[in-house]
């Protein structure tokens, strides 16, 4: 009985090794593919690479541990004994199997409207950085602002208006710096007007930086690296940069209460892995709306303005050219963790 007993083991370390050595290749597989990026961010896959070499180890262990299994049945007494219900059994591996299967089974794809429909489009810089503040972020910029910037120059004496500014300006020149999240950097003296363009709070301060960089340039082009942030830093001064050109790329996406000349051009924000994938980008305006399918990929060409969306007031882009392209090797953007200021050259 005792023999019957331990030998009955067996089925359940070989069904363990199947499933760990599956889960290994499944994992390699991803990895020669260039696939791994379709479900986890760039800076996760070190972790699962490593994770694949333990479930390997794993598989060999258990693959060891029938090898061992003496024909007396003995055995150490120092492993994890499985259930006797068989129905306990299958709901147990099957937890492990169905993953496994869905993995080598459902189409490797990038994901697009269908989830943004789901989440709902991000299409205003507060909705990215309010979870880390008590208050609205335009709120706060506006508490940052000099005083002389916020209240109309109809209402200021006329002395004390200069007065403020000559302050703001000596201030500026004798410090020469602003205090980001990622330091101290030096500012020249000329940068002054453009710090009381760019006030900022201890929670836009990188982005208030990267916005005066921006405001230099002609045309704003937002690229897969930092996507995120240069927009957000658009976003977030909007009125400075009216008026100015922007190039951004991404799927299309509509929602069922825009406008028929509008669209929004997205990308897939992920932070560790798919799951927690999020859509962001800006709305479109264009007479060639109806033109473009939603989850075309396309580079938009437009002048920044704004527009009032779900009682929002959004930025948006009058699209000047809109070209189709190939979606792009690298099916999400990520959060950029470097200092903000290398975004621009």
């Given at each position: 009985m005792?023999?019957?007993?331990?030998?009955?083991?067996?089925?359940?370390?070989?069904?363990?090794?199947?499933?760990?050595?599956?889960?290994?290749?499944?994992?390699?597989?991803l990895?020669?593919?260039?696939?791994?990026?379709?479900?986890?961010?760039?800076?996760?896959?070190?972790?699962?690479?490593?994770?694949?070499?333990?479930?390997?180890?794993?598989?060999?262990?258990?693959?060891?541990?029938?090898?061992?299994?003496?024909?007396?049945?003995?055995d150490?007494?120092?492993?994890?004994?499985?259930?006797?219900?068989?129905?306990?059994?299958?709901?147990?591996y099957?937890?492990?199997?169905?993953?496994?299967?869905?993995?080598?089974?459902?189409?490797?794809?990038?994901?697009?409207?269908?989830?943004?429909?789901?989440?709902?489009?991000?299409?205003?810089?507060?909705?990215?950085?309010?979870?880390?503040?008590?208050?609205?972020?335009?709120?706060?910029?506006?508490?940052?602002?000099?005083?002389?910037?916020q209240?109309?120059?109809?209402?200021?004496?006329?002395?004390?208006?200069?007065?403020?500014?000559?302050?703001?300006?000596?201030?500026?020149?004798?410090?020469?710096?602003?205090?980001t999240?990622?330091?101290?950097?030096?500012?020249?003296?000329?940068?002054?007007?453009?710090?009381?363009?760019?006030?900022?709070?201890?929670?836009?301060?990188?982005?208030?930086?990267?916005?005066?960089?921006?405001?230099?340039?002609?045309?704003?082009?937002?690229?897969?690296?930092?996507?995120?942030?240069?927009?957000?830093?658009?976003?977030?001064?909007?009125?400075?940069?009216?008026g100015?050109?922007?190039?951004?790329?991404?799927?299309?996406?509509?929602?069922?209460?825009?406008?028929?000349?509008?669209?929004?051009?997205?990308?897939?924000?992920?932070?560790?892995?798919?799951?927690?994938?999020?859509?962001?980008?800006?709305?479109?305006?264009?007479?060639?709306?109806?033109?473009?399918?939603?989850?075309?990929?396309?580079?938009?060409?437009?002048?920044?303005?704004?527009t009032?969306?779900?009682?929002?007031?959004?930025?948006?882009?009058?699209?000047?050219?809109?070209?189709?392209?190939?979606?792009?090797?690298?099916?999400?953007?990520?959060?950029?963790?470097?200092?903000?200021?290398?975004?621009?050259k």
């Open positions: 005792r023999e019957e007993e331990e030998r009955s083991y067996t089925p359940h370390y070989i069904l363990r090794a199947a499933i760990m050595l599956g889960m290994t290749y499944l994992i390699v597989h990895v020669k593919t260039d696939r791994l990026l379709y479900y986890i961010a760039p800076r996760m896959m070190p972790f699962v690479k490593i994770a694949a070499l333990l479930l390997f180890i794993v598989a060999v262990y258990q693959i060891y541990m029938v090898v061992r299994m003496k024909p007396d049945g003995e150490c007494g120092c492993d994890h004994v499985p259930p006797r219900s068989v129905l306990l059994n299958m709901v147990i099957s937890m492990f199997l169905l993953p496994l299967l869905l993995g080598f089974f459902l189409p490797d794809t990038v994901m697009g409207s269908d989830v943004a429909a789901i989440k709902g489009m991000n299409l205003s810089a507060d909705e990215m950085i309010k979870a880390s503040s008590s208050e609205p972020v335009s709120a706060k910029a506006a508490a940052a602002q000099p005083p002389a910037a209240a109309p120059a109809a209402q200021a004496p006329a002395a004390q208006a200069p007065a403020a500014e000559d302050q703001a300006s000596n201030q500026s020149t004798d410090s020469g710096s602003v205090s999240k990622s330091g101290s950097a030096k500012l020249p003296s000329e940068d002054a007007k453009l710090q009381k363009l760019f006030p900022a709070d201890e929670y836009t301060e990188d982005y208030a930086k990267l916005g005066m960089k921006l405001y230099r340039k002609d045309t704003i082009t937002i690229k897969e690296v930092g996507f995120m942030e240069l927009l957000t830093a658009v976003d977030l001064y909007k009125d400075n940069f009216a100015k050109k922007m190039v951004i790329s991404g799927f299309i996406y509509r929602e069922d209460d825009m406008a028929p000349n509008q669209f929004a051009v997205s990308r897939l924000a992920m932070q560790c892995c798919s799951a927690d994938a999020s859509p962001y980008g800006v709305m479109v305006e264009s007479s060639r709306s109806k033109d473009f399918p939603k989850d075309t990929w396309v580079t938009v060409t437009g002048t920044i303005g704004k009032t969306y779900n009682k929002n007031t959004i930025m948006k882009l009058d699209a000047v050219k809109i070209e189709k392209i190939k979606a792009s090797k690298t099916p999400y953007v990520y959060p950029y963790f470097d200092d903000f200021s290398n975004l621009i």
